[in-house]
């Protein structure tokens, strides 16, 4: 009764919670901005300046495991410790020097694989028919549904020395002893080309889908062979999809750390996994975060390709 | 809309007579480097039927969604019945807008989307029914009210953006490329009965058009639009037979312009002197003594005579016809004249043309010649 | 373009769905198999399946990666949504190029780095604050919503800008108040783009193994991070009987979404032949 009161005494005061709600409802375009910016701040942008700065450490017996960059003396003079030792051990030491061309040499060689083998592919889907096409394209994205893991997990039990493909072989009589595939090198590019396979025929479908058939139809009627019409009117038209397509299997695969591990065992060096070594078994935290930031400056050009024709493709819709 | 009774039927001819619904003063709208509307001034009163008419990208868009509120004003002042605008967010001015894809809302029946602009005003449900239920009469919807937009026809979906903006009885109505979307017969058709209807609910309608047909048949008055300006405003019939200016000439229908200088200038006529003949015109213009100026006759006002001998005098011209296009109604003529250039003449085709002995065609020599009331006086 | 398929786009097609599906069909045949050496054909069996269902490593495995990718889905989508909101509805802001640039940036950040940060992230806090006083379930969450939101926002942000903006203006035209715009017309408008991000959030962190690893503690094992553990020796059946299980699961949830976009797809053709007989 008494808070009742109080309140016909005083009309304008609310309750607070009504008074937050207003509040919210008047700012909630901010509200809605701050709060998946804060998260991304907190969550992506300040751990990696961490690493950043971690780069710029050195080792030592201490918890976490690296010297501070700003240390405050006795008498309040600030120090600020920066050391770019990390980076010259790696770019100095054959191992990590190696390792990164060794990456790219993968990385590369197997976007090229994809593009060659999904370029056909998706040209195919576009071609088919309005029923085999939505069916044809649901085939190539289920893949994408089931387990990463379980699918380089498939190819070791295919390519192990008393894999399925060494037992056919062997029963065809064509070799006498099984060829050793699985941690190999060939085992990796088979492993991501496989994995990888739908990031580059998506993008490429998807450009391909977009392009007026008639083009082909003109470049025939001007007197233009099957093969000129693809090199002079197709294949340029699809460029967006064909470097859209490579950067999104370019980018994850120079950075593989699952695939080299499983199909490669101890015998195909990749970044990833050397960083992830460096990291959970050597605890040198300053090299394996400088090891992070160079892989991540050899990926940027690449990542702000890809996002310049992210936002270009955005604004065209 | 008792005030509409009592004034007259061109408030805009008198200015100490009724006040503006809609005040435009100065406005401009800039993107960027870009200006869309720059600088413009415009008074629309109760009950008119005011199209505006341009090419793409001329502003006028622009312009209407600054009405509803869906742009700043950069500059310059929106007044809607004597309030002024600059403050008022889009969902509190007293006007509806009908937009170029209807925006109905896909996941609500027609009868919801009606319904949608009334709850917003926190309207006593029962209030609802009636409004929405007389609404679907108006338009003649009453038996598709369950439906979801998607199950419309064209047509019917236009009704529905219509009746969605009507239902709210707005001070003003903009209505943007409100046709553009039905095949060309459904066009016609409805652009009468968009007439009808806004004769029956008095309501402002501001229209957005790019067809000058559209706008011709529509419009109580018209603004003709380019670059973010204004070139004209006025009647239909004062736009096409009064055209100011060159451009205005050209962009409503067609018309054949020859350069000139002013040679007589008095209260009862006016007399050009041009490369091809001197054209005399029987009205006073306030035109300057020695000015340059431009003189334009539009084809369908040229009489076109087989001739031997070259004519003499003013308002009239020889020349050999080009080229001859047959239309089925009229046909149109490419004449050739002494100083090099091509006019058009359109000519209805009174006679069926199959035998060519009477008709005109290629090479004929040829007079043209009209009336001292048909040109018309153009600045640049 | 038009159905014309040459002989080589024909074979190519083949050969490629044949290296997709092969490998998986293999996998579910070995897991009916009676032998330990996976590829050794010891006869048909379901001891794999039984072993698998006994185990109790692989039940809270399960259970925790479930609960970790539905948190996750759950939070992604709404921060996911909220961010693509504000990238495509509420014009330039300050900090927009920075905020665009950290939407876009864990799609392509490789995921060792990823983790790598995030694991030196939580080090660092557990010092400064004492949280997170152990890793698991809520760092794997937070690291998996961390990427998935940018997945989400980057399918809410497509879906926004074909939308256009006609249905916000009309509503906001017949006085609809911006939040009310919002709740009545946007979010409506947008469930079908956020059921797909929410399945797409949730299936990812299903599948994550390289940030999970980086950011579990000790006894906290997902799925993946199982798997992972016991495949780096070699192969064993009942991983096979798992992915089979797992498979066969997903095949279902497939089935399901074919037979409602079915559905959808005969309910718009029945309005599309409504609105045609109305014509004249």
């Known amino acids: 009764m008494r808070e009742a009161r109080t309140q016909i005494a005083k009309p304008t005061q609310r309750p607070l919670h009504q008074r937050i709600m207003r509040r919210l409802q008047k700012h909630w375009q901010l509200v809605i901005v701050t709060i998946p910016f804060a998260w991304l701040l907190l969550f992506f942008l300040a751990p990696f300046l961490i690493v950043a700065k971690i780069s710029l450490a050195e080792l030592a017996i201490a918890s976490p495991p690296f010297t501070k960059m700003i240390e405050w003396t006795d008498n309040g003079i600030m120090t600020i410790r920066v050391v770019f030792d990390n980076f010259t051990y790696i770019l100095e030491d054959d191992l990590y020097l190696n390792t990164y061309l060794n990456s790219l ?32 394209l649901f085939c190539i994205i289920l893949p994408f549904w089931t387990s990463f893991l379980l699918r380089v997990y498939a190819w070791m039990g295919l390519l192990a020395d008393q894999g399925t493909i060494n037992n056919v072989l062997l029963a065809m009589g064509v070799i006498d002893e099984p060829i050793r595939m699985l941690y190999t090198e060939f085992a990796v590019y088979i492993g991501i080309v496989y994995t990888y396979m739908p990031f580059m025929i998506l993008p490429l479908y998807a450009n391909m889908e977009k392009l007026d058939g008639s083009l082909n139809e003109a470049a025939a009627d001007l007197g233009s062979r099957a093969t000129n019409t693809f090199f002079k009117v197709t294949l340029p038209l699809t460029m967006p999809g064909i470097v859209a397509g490579c950067l999104l299997v370019f980018i994850p695969a120079t950075g593989e750390y699952v695939i080299p591990d499983l199909l490669g065992g101890g015998n195909v060096q990749m970044i990833g996994r050397v960083l992830y070594n460096e990291f959970s078994r050597n605890s040198d935290w300053p090299v394996a975060a400088a090891v992070a930031i160079v892989l991540l400056l050899l990926l940027v050009i690449p990542m702000m390709v890809f996002q310049y024709y992210q936002g270009k493709a955005s604004e065209e819709s | 809309m008792t005030a509409l009774d009592t004034a007259s039927d061109t408030p805009w001819l008198d200015p100490d007579g009724q006040t503006p619904l809609v005040q435009i003063k100065g406005v401009t709208k800039k993107y960027g480097d870009v200006t869309a509307v720059d600088n413009v001034d415009l008074d629309i009163y109760p009950g008119e039927l005011f199209c505006l008419l341009g090419g793409s990208g001329c502003g006028k868009s622009t ?3 600054m009405l509803a509120g869906f742009e700043t004003v950069n500059g310059g002042s929106i007044t809607i019945d004597g309030v002024d605008m600059s403050e008022v967010p889009a969902y509190d001015r007293p006007t509806n807008m009908m937009f170029q894809s209807y925006a109905l809302f896909p996941h609500m029946s027609v009868e919801k989307n009606i319904a949608f602009g009334l709850q917003q005003d926190r309207i006593p449900k029962s209030e609802i029914k009636d409004r929405v239920h007389d609404i679907l009469a108006l338009v003649e919807l009453q038996d598709f009210k369950k439906r979801k937009p998607q199950q419309l026809s064209g047509g019917q979906r236009q009704r529905v953006a219509l009746a969605r903006a009507l239902v709210k009885e707005p001070k003003l109505l903009l209505l943007d490329e409100p046709l553009a979307a039905l095949d060309k017969k459904l066009r016609k058709q409805t652009q009468f009965e968009l007439a009808n209807i806004q004769e029956k609910v008095g309501v402002t309608f501001v229209v957005v058009t790019h067809d000058q047909e559209e706008a011709m048949s529509l419009a109580t008055r018209m603004a003709v639009m380019d670059a973010g300006r204004f070139k004209q405003i006025g009647t239909p019939t004062e736009i096409y037979e009064f055209p100011e200016s060159r451009f205005v000439a050209d962009f409503i229908g067609s018309a054949n312009i020859f350069e000139g200088r002013v040679t007589e200038d008095v209260a009862d006529h006016v007399r050009v002197k041009t490369e091809v003949c001197d054209v005399f015109i029987d009205h006073g213009e306030s035109v300057k003594m020695g000015s340059k100026i431009w003189v334009g006759i539009r084809p369908e006002k040229i009489r076109l005579t087989k001739a031997d001998k070259p004519a003499v005098g003013e308002n009239q011209a020889s020349g050999i016809v080009e080229d001859v296009g047959y239309l089925g109604e009229s046909s149109i003529y490419k004449v050739k004249l002494s100083n090099g250039q091509i006019i058009d003449v359109t000519a209805p085709n009174q006679l069926r043309p199959m035998s060519r002995q009477h008709g005109i065609t290629w090479d004929d020599h040829v007079n043209i010649s009209w009336e001292p009331s048909s040109a018309m006086l153009l600045n640049s | 373009m038009q159905a014309k398929r040459s002989r080589f786009l024909t074979v190519m097609l ?23 050496i996976v590829p050794v054909w010891g006869g048909w069996s379901l001891r794999w399946y039984k072993e698998l269902f006994e185990s109790r490593e692989v039940w809270s495995a399960v259970s925790l990666s479930l609960q970790i990718a539905v948190v996750n889905a759950t939070f992604a989508t709404i921060l996911g949504s909220l961010a693509g909101l504000a990238m495509v509805r509420f014009g330039r802001f300050k900090g927009r190029t920075l905020f665009g640039g950290m939407i876009v940036a864990p799609l392509v950040m490789p995921e060792v780095i990823t983790g790598l940060s995030l694991l030196v992230f939580f080090i660092t806090l557990n010092q400064l604050f004492g949280w997170p006083s152990e890793r698991g379930f809520a760092t794997i969450t937070i690291a998996h919503i961390t990427f998935s939101m940018a997945y989400v926002a980057v399918t809410i942000q497509a879906r926004l800008t074909g939308m256009g903006q006609d249905l916000e203006e009309a509503a906001a035209d017949l006085g609809a108040k911006p939040f009310k715009v919002l709740t009545a017309i946007t979010l409506p408008r947008l469930t079908p783009a956020l059921i797909s991000g929410w399945l797409l959030a949730f299936t990812l962190s299903l599948d994550d193994l390289v940030i999970a690893s980086f950011v579990t503690g000790p006894g ?6 199982l798997i992972f553990s016991r495949i780096r020796v070699g192969l064993r059946p009942d991983i096979n009987a798992l992915a089979t299980m797992i498979i066969l699961v997903i095949a279902l949830c497939v089935a399901v979404a074919a037979i409602l976009m079915f559905r959808q797809q005969r309910a ?8 045609e007989g109305e014509e004249h």
């Open chain 1, 105 to 136: 040499k993968i990385s590369v060689t197997s976007t090229i694989l994809c593009l060659l083998f999904g370029y056909p592919v998706a040209y195919a889907i576009v071609r088919s028919g309005p029923v085999a096409k939505p069916i044809l």
């Open chain 2, 63 to 65: 312009l209407l969604r």
């Open chain 3, 268 to 275: 718009d053709q029945r309005d599309r032949k409504m609105a």
């Open chain 3, 220 to 225: 906290a094992n997902t799925l993946p991070i």
């Open chain 3, 14 to 36: 083949t050969l490629g769905l044949a290296f997709f599906y092969v490998p998986m069909i293999l996998l579910v045949v070995y897991s009916f198999n009676y032998s330990k």
